[in-house]
């Protein structure tokens, strides 16, 4: 069975670094985009960042560019995000999408076929 399991969230405070990473098992994404959301309280599931199939091209959220590095490493079948300079904002529980478009990369979450049960990530200010 597909699995997407999200580690690495917790508590940090404001200014901060954190790594959050996505295993995928059950069946290999190298040829597929994979990407990161999230969802803070009271809020819709927004996009953050996404990554295609050879980690080549990636694409952020305006919220986040220049602060969130998105990377793939296909022999692991894992996505991770680098999270750096934290913002109270940035608090939400953040979710992993795999199986998206075989070429290129989409903020659209509907494009995505698998998604991890999340991670939160708590931001304090």
């Known amino acids: 069975q597909v699995q997407l399991v999200e580690s690495g969230g917790g508590l940090v405070q404001a200014g901060g670094s954190l790594r959050i990473s996505c295993a995928a098992s059950?069946?290999?994404?190298?040829?597929?985009?994979m990407g990161w959301f999230r969802q803070a309280p009271g809020t819709e599931r927004e996009f953050v960042a996404g990554?295609?199939?050879?980690?080549?091209?990636?694409y952020y959220a305006d919220s986040v560019k220049g602060r969130f590095t998105i990377s793939r490493d296909n022999a692991k079948n894992t996505v991770y995000l680098q999270m750096n300079s934290l913002k109270p904002e940035d608090t939400a529980v953040y979710f992993c999408?795999?199986?998206?478009?075989?070429?290129?990369?989409?903020?659209?979450?509907?494009?995505?076929?698998?998604w991890g049960h999340g991670t939160q990530v708590t931001v304090s200010s």
């Open positions: 059950g069946r290999t994404f190298s040829s597929y985009a």
């Open positions: 990554i295609n199939w050879s980690g080549g091209t990636t």
């Open positions: 999408a795999a199986g998206g478009p075989r070429y290129g990369v989409t903020s659209t979450p509907n494009a995505y076929g698998y």
